[in-house]
Nanobody, 121 residues
Framework: QVQVVESGGGLVQPGGSLGLSCAAS????????MGWYRQAPGKQRELVAT???????NYSDSVKGRFTISSDNAKNPLYLQMNSLKPEDTAVYYC???????????????WGRGTQVTVSS
């Protein structure tokens, strides 16, 4: 009953900027910490940035100072503003959300299908 969908990926030149969005839909009671992850070909999926229910943010060292994670009310939608992009940022970017669908239900981790970001000249 819950869907998480990323959008905004595409091709951008080195040094350029790109903004990603993540929207969760369906029956949502609460959303805990949400985050962005990425996976390049042949590599493990890695953390990019997270934002907690209290609004605290955390970034991987490789994107600090260049990327900004933010959200609207109740952490939905979620955004990732990427500046000063480098070729090594090329990857499929995934959105993750911890969601409870009712007051008494167990929280589950939901993943989007990913959106491709390619940084190349």
């Amino acid at each position: 009953q819950v869907q998480v969908v990323e959008s905004g990926g595409g091709l951008v030149q080195p040094g350029g900027s790109l903004g990603l969005s993540c929207a969760a839909s369906g029956r949502i009671f609460t959303i805990s910490a949400m985050g962005w992850y990425r996976q390049a070909p042949g590599k493990q999926r890695e953390l990019v940035a997270t934002i907690t229910s209290g609004g605290s943010t955390n970034y991987s060292d490789s994107v600090k100072g260049r990327f900004t994670i933010s959200s609207d009310n109740a952490k939905n939608p979620l955004y990732l503003q990427m500046n000063s992009l480098k070729p090594e940022d090329t990857a499929v970017y995934y959105c993750n959300a911890g969601i409870k669908t009712s007051m008494t239900s167990t929280g589950y981790s939901y993943w989007g299908r990913g959106t491709q970001v390619t940084v190349s000249s």
